[in-house]
């Protein structure tokens, strides 16, 4: 038994750990999860290389020089000659919020014309400096951004033209109008109720109605077995495992728009596991427990309902990762129940994983980790603070902008309903996900360990169909793509317009959809991701016609449809999905 004095030291080291933990997380409530540590360091970082080299400083005072004649001569000539003349700087191609007739007018044109050069000039501040971490120099511009983005002349009354007119023509009315919906959704926020609109479009109701039954029920899964569409199906039933950030019925939305509803009437048995809301009972759920009580449990439950078949797997996001996963251990294992595998926006590279990458440091998951620590899981709101931020022109400061400028409000989407519906995570399960994956890349890398021995993507067999999507904030293509350098059997890569959501969500006769898609073999050479984006062939339409003519070529003779007996739990959507 220890004696009195190490008890002391103990008890003194679990207290300052404690002390130190709840700090955290009241600072993090009001950072939105952003360690001042990660953010100092980085600043720092980028503030002495910036005064330790006065050469880069020569070139931002000449740059400025330059920038301030320029605009001084697009000022007065617009002045003088009205809107004739051509612009000092462009806005970049997803940059939106001047693209209106108004902002061509003096003196709004030189307003914005103004900001985009000082936003340019930070840019060429915050980037090029020698010694600067790749990580800090992407915070430091990242953040700078964000700064210069909130004080954008479209975000405010007497600096938008558009917010002007439209004050003008209604008399006001648009200012009390937007009054009036700054305080409903501070109301709805208080009270922890859904954004204006959501109303509209119920579980199980309006979205999420395909027909089916939940035939399993674990403390961490409902699974889901979709009813049949056609008087036979293909033998292999298909298992879609979606990401646990967010409710399962992305991919059942509104009828028009459900992939489960397209799979079933191609004549395929679906399965879809639904992920449980955690609370503060499941802090300690493991990413082991995700895979084991997940996907395995889900494969063990189909093999009793349809004994002998082999499954197509189908991964999204975050399920895609765990599936990639699953499949290497399967295939370590030597566990053949898998007759494809699909990664819809998946990541199984975390290199390049875009601009989430710069919340992903030790502060910065140190930090994070501790906010998780107190409570039990990541809130929804606090996920959402990141998202959010990675396009604050669109998610934040446009709506901000349309909502209690304009006094309008943009009509709910099934799409935009679901992405108000999200879910939390565990602690210790976010915590894996964040160290083993995104900091130290373990998958990619062959340190992943499963049932304590490390698994390696090389060792799966079975072809393999990736998705990526052009504007993709969350698992970029360019990093999706990698796949084909981490498995070493036949990958066929596809990527589609749109976004992380938009994309996957691709129903046939949707417009301004295309794609490019390519099949590679096995021991064929590597191609480069931008060798292959200039070379693969692009289609018009719909993705999710060549997706299915896939697996069904993978597939064996039709049958009859499983028979589910008595095996139901209740009628889908089941009762997770409904939990907040």
């Known amino acids: 038994m220890p004696a009195p004095d190490r008890r002391d030291a103990y008890a003194i080291t679990a207290l300052g750990d404690i002390i130190d933990r709840s700090q955290h997380a009241a600072i993090a409530r009001m950072t939105m999860g952003l360690s001042p540590a990660a953010l100092l360091e980085a600043y720092m970082d980028w503030a002495i290389h910036l005064a330790s080299q006065p050469g880069k400083r020569l070139q931002l005072f000449e740059k400025a020089v330059r920038k301030s004649t320029r605009l001084m001569q697009y000022a007065t000539g617009r002045a003088l000659r009205g809107a004739q003349g051509g612009q000092c700087i462009t806005p970049l191609p997803q940059d939106y919020r001047f693209k209106g007739d108004d ?52 975000n405010f009354l007497f600096t938008n033209p558009e917010v002007m007119r439209k004050t003008v023509e209604t008399g006001g009315r648009n200012l009390i109008a937007g009054l009036q919906n700054m305080v409903e959704d501070w109301e709805r926020k208080q009270s922890g109720g859904k954004p204006v609109g959501t109303e509209n479009f119920v579980v199980g109701r309006d979205v999420a109605v395909t027909p089916g039954k939940v035939v399993y029920r674990n403390r961490l899964i409902e699974l889901i077995q979709y009813a049949p569409a056609t008087a036979q199906v293909r033998p292999e039933p298909v298992l879609i495992v979606p990401a646990w950030i967010m409710k399962y019925y992305i991919l059942d939305l509104s009828p028009h728009n459900s992939m489960v509803k397209y799979l079933t009437e191609q004549g395929f048995t679906v399965y879809m596991v639904s992920w449980k809301n955690p609370d503060e009972n499941d802090r300690d759920l493991a990413m082991e427990d995700y895979r084991q009580l997940g996907i395995m449990a889900a494969l063990d439950r189909i093999g009793e309902i349809e004994p002998g078949r082999k499954v197509h797997a189908v991964g999204y996001c975050l399920g895609g990762t765990l599936m990639s996963i699953a499949a290497a251990a399967m295939a370590r294992d030597h566990d053949d129940r898998f007759q494809t595998l699909t990664l819809l926006a998946a990541q199984t590279d975390f290199t390049e994983a875009g601009e989430l990458m710069l919340f992903i440091s030790e502060s910065q998951l140190a930090f994070l980790e501790d906010m998780m620590w107190e409570q039990g899981f990541l809130d929804t709101t606090q996920m959402a603070g990141a998202f959010q931020m990675l396009r604050s022109n669109d998610l934040v400061w446009s709506y901000l902008t349309r909502s209690y400028l304009m006094g309008e409000r943009e009509p709910m989407t099934d799409m935009m309903a679901w992405n108000a519906d999200a879910t939390r995570m565990p602690y210790r399960m976010h915590s894996d996900y964040l160290r083993k994956l995104f900091l130290n890349n373990d998958l990619a890398e062959g340190r992943y360990v499963v049932g304590d021995r490390p698994v390696s993507l090389t ?23 990698k796949i084909h350098r981490l498995t070493e059997t036949e990958v066929t890569y596809l990527l589609t317009t749109g976004g992380h959501n938009a994309g996957i969500v691709s129903e046939p006769n949707h417009r301004r959809r295309s794609y490019q898609v390519t099949e590679t073999v096995a021991d064929a050479t590597h191609v480069d991701a931008e060798t292959w984006a200039a070379t693969a062939p692009r289609k018009d339409g719909s993705w999710w016609p060549e997706w299915s003519a896939w697996l069904a070529a993978r597939s064996g003779a039709w049958v009859p449809p499983p028979v589910s007996g008595n095996r139901a739990l209740d009628e889908a959507p089941g009762r997770y999905v409904l939990e907040r």
């Open 103 to 154: 902002w061509q007018k003096w003196p709004f044109n030189v307003m914005y014309q103004s900001f985009l050069l000082n936003q340019q000039w930070w840019h060429n501040a915050t980037t090029g400096l020698r010694g600067v971490s790749k990580q800090h120099e992407a915070m430091v511009e990242f953040m700078s951004r964000q700064a210069l983005d909130m004080v954008s002349p479209s």
């Open 459 to 481: 060792d799966i067999r079975v072809p393999v169909f990736a998705v990526g999507t052009q504007r993709d904030h969350v698992a970029p293509w360019r990093s999706t793509y």
